[in-house]
């Protein structure tokens, strides 16, 4: 389904070759300050870097439908609109008889037979996140009222890792200063050439967006279903490309002995912290004061440049496809925009319900 979120409820609409591409929130908490400049900002940074991706012709323009009054929320729902331009469908055509691997196409047409819309991928085009990127920048502005931050960044990129421990402040900071958003400037360079050696081949990289949020207080979550946990999981999994999920030590979790994964707790500045962060700062489905530390695996992007092996299905017998037209070599850089929109959306979402966020600023 397209609607997400239970006290601030984002529905997603449009299609990637449509009209345009919008979404609808629910919830946002009247008085407000959040102006059209500010939700553009963040759109602004979703879009591919010149060197790296492939920039559409015409900018993203966000355009205020509803539920924002002279830079002021109003109460009723938020409504974002982005129209779609530079679109050309007719390289689309083919897929319906010749599938592209790692794409959408096989499952839509199992799903909804002829009807299906594969112009540009449809709704299963990475195009559906930017107005869950406009939508994060007005949940940013609620999490802003009870002092919480989010903050991403590119954290592996094909082989290269960042294995430092970071701080929001310096993830800010940094990782907005260069094309692949990472938070080390030299590893950036060796990321740059990681994604143009990949094009140059007539392939792809993926990577692994990691996402960081400080001054959430204790306590936010829904237990049982609605674990902390289980509602970023579930809003991650909803961006197209991402094909894992982790919080704190993860998987790495797996190896390790109770003695050395516990995080033990001590009393810094008269406020209980611990002293590592193996949980990612949630406990039982509860934040636990700590900062959120959320892992988000991306996959290669599937429309690469080379001959690849599909099947004709008019045919029923092998065939291979060639995909032309404008597809990022990475799109991890982007995603990382993606996800800590999504990451804001749920934790303004969870801190609403949870009654940590007012429902009225003025
Ligand atoms: C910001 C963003 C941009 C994307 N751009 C592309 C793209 O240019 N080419 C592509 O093959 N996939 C792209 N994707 C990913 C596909 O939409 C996705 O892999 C595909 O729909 C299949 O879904 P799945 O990978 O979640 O299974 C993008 C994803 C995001 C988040």
């Known amino acids: 389904m397209n609607t997400i979120g239970t006290s601030l409820r984002l529905t997603l609409f449009g299609s990637s070759h449509g009209p345009g591409v919008g979404c609808v929130m629910d919830g946002v908490p009247a008085g407000l300050e959040v102006t059209v400049e500010e939700i553009q900002r963040e759109v602004d940074l979703r879009k591919p870097a010149a060197l790296i991706g492939t920039p559409r012709a015409e900018a993203d323009r966000v355009e205020v439908l509803g539920g924002i009054l002279e830079g002021v929320t109003t109460g009723t729902p938020v409504v974002l609109y982005i129209a779609n331009h530079d679109t050309d469908s007719s390289k689309y055509e083919r897929f319906r008889t010749v599938p592209r691997p790692g794409h959408a196409d ?55 890792v960042d294995d430092k421990e970071r701080c929001l402040k310096e993830v800010r900071r940094a990782a907005r200063e260069n094309p692949v958003r990472a938070a080390d400037p030299e590893l950036a360079l060796e990321m740059v050439n990681e994604i143009m050696a990949a094009k140059e081949e007539g392939d792809s990289v993926g990577g692994v967006v990691r996402c960081l949020a400080e001054g959430l207080p204790i306590g936010v979550g829904e237990p049982f279903f609605d674990s902390l ?3 970023l999981a579930k809003m991650m999994f909803s961006i197209p490309g991402v094909k894992g999920v982790e919080f704190g030590a ?43 530390d959320l892992k988000v695996a991306i996959k290669p992007t599937a429309s690469i440049s080379r001959e690849q092996r599909s099947v004709d299905l008019e045919q029923m017998e092998d065939a291979s496809v060639k995909i032309e037209g ?21 934790l303004a979402d969870m801190c609403l319900r949870g009654d940590f966020i007012a429902r009225k600023h003025r």
């Open 250 to 292: 993860g998987f790495r979790g797996a190896e390790m002995r109770g003695s050395e994964h516990n995080d033990p707790f001590t009393i810094e500045g008269g406020e209980v912290r611990t002293m590592t962060n193996h949980a990612g700062g949630i406990l039982g489905g509860l934040s636990n004061g700590m900062p959120l």
């Open 326 to 346: 404008r597809h990022d070599p990475s799109i991890v850089p982007r995603a990382v925009t993606v996800v800590e929109a999504a990451t804001a959306l749920v």
């Open 106 to 160: 096989l499952t839509a047409l199992g799903k909804y037979g002829d009807a299906a819309d594969l112009r540009g991928g449809g709704q299963f085009s990475g195009r559906m996140t930017a107005p869950i990127v406009a939508a994060g920048a007005v949940a940013k502005t609620m999490l802003a009222t009870i002092g919480v931050q989010v903050a991403a960044y590119t954290q592996r990129l094909g082989r290269l």
């Open 229 to 231: 946990e289980g509602e």
